[in-house]
């Protein structure tokens, strides 16, 4: 049995993943947040939010490095940990630190902290020859205006350190760069009150089908655990719809995005990760998206396990602990698994959603999350505004998206306009 401490987390599925696998590992664990009142609203009406069943609940300043460092090494003194993680993007490098600090196995800090910073894993993959979008960073509308008209329309404008497509956006013109803009210098800081690096990354607009690599690195080995295909949607953002484990592709296609995926994880020097990288396969072969040290959201690791029964929360908390994850592969009787989201694309307040009960009633389906009535609902711009999903699984071989897409088109939210 290991202690473990969790620095900060998602509130989604991570948060609950996280917490199983450790209990399922038999280690216990200590929280430690600012705010635990993120996590009291993130759970259900009448129920304790797994995070909080930890064995310690501890405040602390996790978004002041300097002041946690300390107080951290002094709890270590008293309770001793045995390893450091987090779900959580805005808190990886925190992580890190507190894993060096603390003589703790963990990836190197600056690695991780490159990986985080969009603007500098285009750097380091460029300087190292894997090969990726046409890119420029600027500080100001003016500079991204001729990076621009440099580079050429159409573009991709995103920032250099948010998470789940927050204010990425297509650009075909002047005017819609410097919207994206403006959108940008409006958020000067993230969901957790970070601020925010006043940057503006400019990158050659990408075409062709994405998927997402999945491996464990441990030891200096990188072990690639599969490929999911993904499909986008809400135009000019960039909202992921849906995804399908494994990804049905050639096996030269397969071959490239995953050799493409470990040398950008080995540029960056990542290792002792558990890690998520989209490629987008275009025709002039595979280009890197991004690097994300740590699992896959959206419950893709939910996919890989229903099909291979790999847990990749177990290996995070493996590798956390300077331990070999479990990769065995094992027979679950499924050769496929989907997940289709429900974006809202009408803005208002949810009254229900319709066509729920003969989706739950389906052959195949792993899971259903919808929310319920009253919820306050925007135009889905981001990863952030789904309003439930549905999870299906294939015994047979790779219909589980054609299946996924099929019972989503008879689920509609309905609204009260606002």
């Not at 759970?43 to 978004?63: C, S």
């Not at 380091?124 to 500079?143: E, H, K, N, S």
């Not at 019972?407 to 309905?414: C, E, G, N, W, Y």
Request: proline share 6%.
């Amino acid at each position: 049995m290991a202690h473990l401490l969790v620095v900060e987390s998602w509130v989604g599925s991570m948060s609950r993943l996280l917490p199983r696998a450790l209990e399922e590992g038999g280690h216990h664990f200590t929280f430690l947040t600012r705010d635990l009142r993120h996590y009291l609203r993130a759970a259900p009406e009448g129920t304790d939010h797994p995070l909080l069943t930890a064995r310690n609940v501890i405040t602390g300043p996790t978004n002041d490095v300097g002041s946690l460092l300390p107080q951290v090494e002094r709890l270590h003194e008293v309770i001793r940990f045995d390893g450091v993680v987090t779900s959580c993007d805005y808190y990886l490098p925190t992580a890190a630190r507190i894993s060096a600090r603390l003589g703790l196995p963990g990836p190197a800090v600056e690695a991780v902290e490159n990986a985080c910073r969009k603007d500098a894993t285009r750097r380091v993959l460029a300087a190292a020859g894997v090969p990726g979008p046409r890119f420029a960073v600027r500080t100001d509308g003016a500079g991204a205006l001729a990076a621009a008209r440099e580079i050429g329309y159409p573009l991709v404008v995103k920032p250099v350190d948010l998470c789940a497509g927050m204010l990425v956006r297509r650009v075909d013109d002047d005017a819609q760069l410097a919207a994206a803009c403006r959108a940008l210098a409006d958020f000067p800081r993230n969901a957790r009150g970070q601020r925010r690096t006043p940057h503006i990354l400019i990158e050659e607009f990408l075409r062709g089908p994405e998927v997402s690599v999945e491996t464990v690195t441990r030891g200096g080995v990188a072990h690639v655990v599969g490929v999911t295909d993904k499909s986008v949607g809400g135009a000019p953002a960039f909202v992921e719809t849906g995804h399908m484990f494994p990804a049905d592709l050639a096996p030269g296609d397969l071959e490239a995005a995953t050799g493409t995926a470990v040398r950008a994880g080995t540029a960056l020097g990542l290792d002792d990760v558990v890690a998520h990288t989209e490629i987008k396969l275009t025709a002039d072969g595979p280009r890197v998206v991004e690097v994300n040290p740590r699992p896959a959201g959206n419950r893709i690791t939910e996919l890989v396990r229903h099909v291979t029964g790999i847990d990749l929360a177990a290996a995070c908390v493996d590798v956390a602990l300077g331990r070999e994850p479990d990769l065995r592969r094992r027979d679950t009787g499924l050769r496929s698994a989907a997940i289709g989201f429900v974006v809202p694309d009408t803005a208002g307040t949810l009254a229900s959603v319709e066509g729920a009960d003969g989706v739950r009633e389906s052959d195949g389906v792993l899971e259903v999350q919808l929310a319920g009535a009253g919820r306050a609902v925007e135009v889905a711009d981001s990863n952030n505004a789904y309003l439930g999903h549905v999870m299906v699984g294939d015994a047979t071989g790779l219909g589980a998206r054609d299946r996924v897409e099929a019972l989503l088109a008879d689920v509609r939210p309905l609204m009260v306009r606002a």
